[in-house]
C-alpha cells in the first residue's frame, strides 16, 4: 500500500480503533512543517521521511518475523503499528515530531470499557474551544493579549472557513498600513483620523495571518517571509507618510522620522544578536535571569514589563492614537522617548545578564554573530590580515572606539570635511578588528547592533547636516533599503539556513564599505543636489540587489518556514 502512493506525497497511517479529537489528527498529519510527526495511534510521513518510513516497515517486520523485539520499542508505551513504527523511526536517527495535546484526546483502546471512557473523555472537552486558544500566541503583548485576540481568532476562523489563506491576509494588512501611510500624507485631520484607526485595522489583520495559520496549519515559506519582511515595510512606511503629511503643513520631521526607525531598527538587532549569542550557549546560568523568572511568576509585574519595552501592539496603538488627536511631530517625540527608555531597560537587562552569566558561546553563535556584523571586503580584509585583539571585552570595545570617532567627525566636522571621512576609514579598520577574532565573548553580542548605529546614524547625520533639500527622504531610503538586508539576514539565520551569501554582502559593501561610500559622497559632493542624487542611486541600487536576492532565496523550495508557535493545545 505504502509503494502504490507517488513518493511525492505524504503518508498518513492510523489506527482502525483511534478514538480522539479531530484537532488532534489534525495537529499530527497535517502540519507541513515536520517531515514526520505522531501521536498515539497515527503517523505521518513526509516525501522526506517516507524512505525512512518504509525502512522502519521493513525492518519490524523482519524482527516480528523472527520472534525477535523490534528497534526502538523496548520502552514505548504506544504498541499501535503506527507507535511501533515511530519508535523505530526514531531509533534510526529520524526526528518524530510528537505535538502537545494538552486537553485534547488521542488514544488507542484495547477494549469496550476503555472505549467508552475516551469517548467520554473527548465529549468532555470542546475540540473547537481548544483549537481557538491554540491559534493565539502563548506570549503576547497587554494590548494584543486584551484588546485584540479575543476576537481576531475568530476573524482567522472565519477566514479559514471560506478558503483565505495567510498570505492573503498578510498583503490585506501591509496594503490597509500603505492606504494609512497616504493618508497621513495628505497633511490633514481627517486623514490623521482616518490613518491612526486604518493602522489599528492593519494590526488586527496582522495578527489575524498569524492566527490563521496556527488555527488551519497552513504554514508555508512564502508566509514566512512575508510575516517577517510587511511588519516593518508597514511600519517604515507609516513613518514616511507621517513626514510627508507634516511637510504638507510646513514641518519638516524627516529627521524624527528616520531617527525612529533608526531607534527601532536598533532595538531588533539587539534582541536577535543577544538572543543568537546565548541561543545555545552552555552552562546558561545568571541571578538576573533567575530574577526576571521571579518576576514573571507575579502576574501583574509580567504584563508591566512586557508593556514597557513597547512591542509592536503597544507601539501602534500609541502611533495610531497620537496621530489622530496630535501631530506628526509629538507622534514622533513619543515614540523616540519609549523606544528609547525600553532600548536602555532591555539592554541594561541583556548587560546585567551577560556579565554574571557563566557560559561558554558555541561557534554557531560566533558565526551567527559574525553574519549578523555584515563586514563586507574592506573589514574582511582587516580581519585577515590585521591585529587580533585579545581579551573579552576586546571586540565590542573596539567596535565602539571606531563607531564613536565616526559619530562624533560626523557631528563636530563641518558637512563635507574629509575629517570626515577619514573618520570612516578608521571606523573601517576598527570593524575589521572587531571581528578578527571569533565572537565568543560575553558581550560580544554587541557588536552587530554598534554597527547598525554606526552606518545608520552616520546617514542619519550627515543628511541632517548637509541641509540640501531631499537628503533626508533620500536618506530615509537609503536605510530602509539596508535595514531590510540586515533584517532578512536575522530571518535566515533564525531559519537555520546561515546568511546572505557572501557575493551579496560584498556586491553591496558591507556595512564599513556603505558607510566610507556615504562619507566620501558626502566630501565631493556638496552641490544643490548631487548629494540626494548619489543617496537616491544608493539606496535603489541596494534595494534592487537585496530584494531580487531575498525573493528568490524565500520562494524557493529549500527555504524554512518560520513561524511563532501558539499555546500547547
Known amino acids: 500500500m505504502l509503494a502504490a502512493v507517488p513518493t511525492a506525497h505524504r503518508i498518513a497511517l492510523v489506527d482502525p480503533r483511534f478514538v480522539g479529537h479531530r484537532h488532534a489528527l489534525r495537529l499530527a498529519l497535517t502540519d507541513p512543517r515536520f517531515p514526520a510527526a505522531a501521536v498515539p495511534g497515527a503517523l505521518t510521513a513526509q516525501a522526506e521521511a517516507r524512505p525512512a518510513l518504509v525502512g522502519a516497515l521493513r525492518a519490524t517486520t523482519d524482527a516480528v518475523g523472527a520472534g525477535q523485539p523490534t528497534s526502538g520499542t523496548a520502552t514505548v508505551t504506544d504498541r499501535t503499528v503506527p507507535g511501533r513504527l515511530a519508535a523505530a523511526m526514531e531509533a534510526e536517527g529520524t526526528l518524530v515530531q510528537r505535538p502537545e495535546l494538552g486537553s485534547l484526546v488521542a488514544t488507542v483502546p484495547t477494549d469496550e470499557t476503555a472505549r467508552a471512557a475516551a469517548r467520554s473523555d473527548v465529549e468532555a472537552v470542546d475540540d473547537e474551544a481548544v483549537r481557538l486558544r491554540s491559534a493565539v500566541k502563548a506570549r503576547d503583548g497587554f494590548f494584543t493579549t486584551h484588546f485584540i485576540s479575543p476576537y481576531s481568532r475568530y476573524i482567522a476562523r472565519w477566514c479559514a472557513r471560506r478558503g483565505l489563506t495567510p498570505n492573503q491576509v498578510t498583503t490585506a494588512s501591509l496594503l490597509t498600513a500603505l492606504i494609512a501611510a497616504g493618508c497621513a500624507a495628505t497633511g490633514t485631520r481627517g486623514g490623521y483620523v482616518a490613518a491612526g484607526i486604518l493602522l489599528l485595522f492593519s494590526f488586527v489583520l496582522d495578527c489575524t495571518d498569524g492566527q490563521l495559520a496556527r488555527y488551519s496549519l497552513q504554514y508555508s515559506t512564502m508566509g514566512a517571509w512575508l510575516d517577517a519582511t510587511f511588519d516593518r ?220 548605529a554606526a552606518e545608520y546614524c552616520t546617514v542619519l547625520i550627515l543628511a541632517a547636516r548637509s541641509d540640501i533639500d531631499g537628503a533626508l527622504p533620500a536618506a530615509f531610503g537609503l536605510v530602509s533599503a539596508v535595514a531590510y538586508h540586515h533584517y532578512d539576514t536575522v530571518y535566515r539565520i533564525r531559519g537555520g539556513t546561515g546568511a546572505p551569501p557572501q557575493w551579496l554582502v560584498r556586491t553591496i559593501g558591507g556595512h564599513e564599505g556603505r558607510t566610507l561610500v556615504v562619507a566620501v559622497l558626502a566630501a565631493a559632493l556638496t552641490g544643490a543636489s548631487g548629494f540626494t542624487t548619489a543617496l537616491t542611486v544608493l539606496a535603489v541600487a541596494v534595494a534592487v540587489i537585496v530584494l531580487v536576492e531575498s525573493i528568490r532565496f524565500w520562494v524557493s523550495s529549500g527555504a524554512p518556514a518560520v513561524h511563532d508557535e501558539g499555546e500547547p493545545a
Open 233 to 452: 515595510a508597514k511600519e517604515y512606511a507609516y513613518y514616511a507618510g507621517l513626514a510627508l503629511g507634516a511637510a504638507r503643513g510646513g514641518d519638516d520631521v524627516w529627521a524624527l522620522a528616520l531617527g525612529a526607525m533608526v531607534l527601532q531598527s536598533c532595538r531588533h538587532v539587539i534582541d536577535f544578536s543577544f538572543n543568537e549569542a546565548n541561543h545555545d550557549a552552555v552552562a546558561n546560568s545568571s541571578p538576573t535571569a533567575a530574577l526576571s523568572d521571579k518576576l514573571d511568576s507575579v502576574g501583574w509585574t509580567v504584563w508591566l514589563r512586557r508593556m514597557i519595552v513597547l512591542p509592536i501592539g503597544e507601539r501602534w496603538a500609541m502611533i495610531a492614537v497620537l496621530t489622530a488627536v496630535t501631530t506628526p511631530r509629538i507622534v514622533f517625540y513619543a515614540l523616540l522617548i519609549g523606544c528609547a527608555f525600553a532600548a536602555c531597560y532591555t539592554t541594561a537587562g541583556r548587560l546585567l545578564r551577560s556579565l554574571t552569566r557563566k557560559a561558554r558561546r558555541t561557534a554557531r553563535a560566533a558565526q551567527a554573530l559574525a553574519d549578523l556584523a555584515d563586514s563586507g571586503p574592506v573589514a574582511q580584509l582587516i580581519a585577515a590580515r590585521g591585529p587580533k585583539m585579545r581579551g573579552s571585552w576586546a571586540a565590542p570595545v573596539v567596535a565602539l572606539v571606531g563607531t564613536g570617532a565616526l559619530i562624533a567627525a560626523a557631528l563636530q566636522q563641518p558637512f563635507g570635511s574629509r575629517q570626515t571621512v577619514i573618520a570612516a576609514a578608521f571606523y573601517a579598520i576598527c570593524s575589521g578588528i572587531a571581528v578578527a577574532r571569533p565572537l565568543k565573548g560575553a558581550l560580544d553580542w554587541l557588536v552587530p547592533p554598534v554597527f547598525r
